[in-house]
Structure formats: C-alpha cells, structure tokens
C-alpha cells in the first residue's frame, strides 16, 4: 500500500486500517487511539509511535483515499488529448469509479458532520485530496484551451461543472444517507452523458 506517494510498512498499513474503520464506525470526535490500537491488535504505545495523533491518523487516511483517484496520472498521459471524448471519459470514470465504494461516501459524510467541531478536518480533506485532484482537471482544461482544441476561458469553473455532472446523480444522494451503489453501467451511462453535454458547451464554434 502507498501513502502520499511512498512505500508503507506493513505494520504502519494495519493501524491505517484500523484507524479508517474506527472513524467511520464511531466518528472522530469518539475514536480514540486505544480503540484503534486494539482494531489493530496492537498497543496504544504502538499507535503513537507510528502517528503522533489522532489529526495525523485522519490526515494519512485521507492521504491514502485520495492516492487511488488517477486524475493527476491521466492529465499528465498524452493519450488523453489524442481525443477529448477518451480523456473526458477517463478523467470521468475515475471520479464515478472513486466514489463507487460505500467507505469513500461514508468519509464525506463523517468530515461533514464532524467539521463543526473540528473544521481541521474539512481543511485536510480538501488540501490533502478534493482540491489536488481538481487541480489536475482544471490543469487539463486549461492544456486544451491552449491548444485551441477547446474553448474553456475559465476552466475552473468548467472542471467544477464537469465534475457537478457526474457526483450530482452518482454521488450527494448517497451522502445524503439513500441506499444504492450506482452500477458499473449506470456510472459509465452518467459519464458518456457528462461528457457529451460539457462538449457540446466547451467546442469551439
């Protein structure tokens, strides 16, 4: 497993683990690091010597939640500009494809609900994850409007558009607290869709 880009020791991967489900099992706030200790069959001395809080658990596990979304990976692949309908897709189904998973929805529902008593973790959430991989699709836009290949003047605003397509009927639902994993085949349907609609706006005329 990778944390923030680097190899992590099988001992260090396990308390991560177990850190992730004590949070999303009893919230931040009621989480403490002797819990997480014993979901790792581990000392609490153990914890501390691996993570020095518990702020710093939350943010090595939004650091590796956020490690499996390729945005980054696939903006910086010139395949993705042979074609903006293929980089769009890519770039859109790794957003669905992240979102997927019921403990990727369940971490923004416990950084919601925790963030009034502790607005740290909001921040991390977003400088950590959210906002790096946004980065790197409005870094994408912007090289397409560059070369003239499409007309984005603003593409922060197109790449918050972009992604408002795809989490508005796969994603705030179920943070929401509906049940229901959106199928592989609806995902893919959501992003076609998505990225159709954005190209009909964005192509130059």
Known sequence: MAEGGATVSPARQKVLDAAVAVFLECGFEQSSMEQIGAAAGVVRRTVFNLFESKEALFRAAVEQAWASMPIAEIGMDEEAFAD????????????????????????????????????QL?????????????????????????????????????????????????LWFRVLGQPGVPTKKRRAHTVDEAVHTFLARYRPR
């Open 122 to 170: 909001a921040e991390d959430y977003l400088s950590l994850g959210k906002l790096p991989a946004l980065s790197a699709l409005i870094e994408y836009l912007g090289e397409w409007n560059r070369r003239g290949e499409l007309a984005v003047p603003d593409p922060d605003l197109a790449a918050r558009q972009f992604v408002g397509m795809i989490n508005e009927p796969l």
């Open 84 to 119: 903006p309908v293929a980089g769009l897709t890519r770039m859109g189904l790794a957003i669905s494809d992240f979102w997927a998973p019921p403990a990727a929805v369940a971490m923004v529902r416990l950084v919601i609900s925790e963030s009034r008593r502790f607005p």
